[in-house]
């Protein structure tokens, strides 16, 4: 396979999917592709966080950023994640994304990047955030080539962060599954940490979702 010729195809295909979630429904949850309410969007948000320690100040990239609403739910209910030489980046494949963040928040660094070319300037971070990335792939894109690009992104992740990072996917253990969502198998996704990132992790499958999120810590890797 081609990979720079089918990450293009793959992203625009992914572009076209969240754009249009945007123009229907607007900066909000529904915005950005999720359904439910938004309490189930702040509970996501606080598992993926819960990787941080409660009181630590740490400098979080937000991958996949969207409209900034992870850091909203960071002012509104962690803040001490963004005091004491605490700092949030926000980068996102949507160049659209970034404009309304940057509109909001004109004192945060968002930038339209992809984490695999993200920059050298911005150096590394203590934690990252991938919410959303790994849970929608689109209905033309095929599960075996959104896995490899999945992987592509855990693998350029963790050389930007330097204590762990959290990501969601769509979880296998359901009734049904629908084509547009990325149900990854567990096992796949640990199978692939521990060979090329980290034995260090943990799995929260326990939040009322149909979803689940891994915890990497890479400060004790093996």
Same mark, same amino acid.
């Given at each position: 396979?081609?990979?720079?010729?089918?990450?293009?195809?793959?992203?625009?295909?992914?572009?076209?999917?969240?754009?249009?979630?945007?123009?229907?429904?607007?900066?909000?949850?529904?915005?950005? /592709?999720?359904?439910?309410?938004?309490?189930?969007?702040?509970?996501?948000?606080?598992?993926?966080?819960?990787?941080?320690? *409660?009181?630590? *100040?740490?400098?979080?990239?937000?991958?996949?950023?969207?409209?900034?609403?992870?850091?909203?739910?960071?002012?509104?209910?962690? *803040?001490?994640?963004?005091?004491? /030489?605490?700092?949030?980046?926000?980068?996102?494949?949507?160049?659209?994304?970034?404009?309304?963040?940057?509109? @909001?928040?004109?004192?945060?660094?968002?930038?339209?990047?992809?984490?695999?070319?993200?920059?050298?300037?911005?150096?590394?971070?203590?934690?990252?955030?991938?919410?959303?990335?790994?849970?929608?792939?689109?209905?033309?894109?095929?599960?075996?080539?959104?896995?490899?690009?999945?992987?592509?992104?855990?693998?350029?992740?963790?050389?930007?962060?330097? @204590?762990?990072?959290?990501?969601?996917?769509?979880? *296998?253990?359901?009734?049904?599954?629908?084509?547009?969502?990325?149900?990854?198998?567990?096992?796949?996704?640990?199978?692939?940490?521990?060979?090329?990132?980290?034995?260090?992790?943990?799995?929260?499958?326990?939040?009322?979702?149909?979803?689940?999120?891994?915890?990497?810590?890479?400060?004790?890797?093996?």
């Amino acid at each position: 396979m081609n990979q720079s010729t089918n990450w293009n195809v793959l992203e625009d295909r992914l572009l076209t999917l969240y754009h249009g979630f945007y123009r229907e429904f607007g900066d909000n949850y529904r915005g950005v /592709g999720w359904t439910k309410s938004q309490d189930v969007t702040d509970r996501r948000n606080m598992v993926l966080l819960d990787l941080i320690r *409660p009181g630590e *100040p740490a400098s979080v990239l937000d991958v996949g950023c969207g409209l900034g609403h992870t850091l909203e739910y960071i002012q509104r209910a962690r *803040p001490e994640l963004l005091e004491g /030489g605490g700092s949030y980046v926000g980068i996102d494949l949507s160049d659209v994304f970034i404009a309304a963040s940057r509109e @909001k928040f004109p004192d945060v660094t968002f930038e339209h990047a992809s984490i695999v070319d993200l920059p050298e300037r911005f150096g590394t971070f203590d934690y990252a955030v991938l919410s959303g990335l790994f849970t929608a792939k689109g209905e033309e894109n095929s599960h075996a080539d959104y896995w490899d690009y999945c992987q592509e992104v855990l693998t350029a992740v963790c050389t930007r962060v330097t @204590k762990g990072f959290s990501f969601n996917a769509s979880s *296998p253990y359901v009734d049904w599954e629908r084509d547009d969502l990325f149900h990854l198998p567990i096992e796949d996704a640990l199978g692939f940490l521990s060979r090329e990132i980290s034995r260090s992790f943990s799995v929260r499958h326990d939040y009322g979702l149909f979803e689940y999120t891994v915890y990497v810590h890479l400060d004790d890797r093996r």
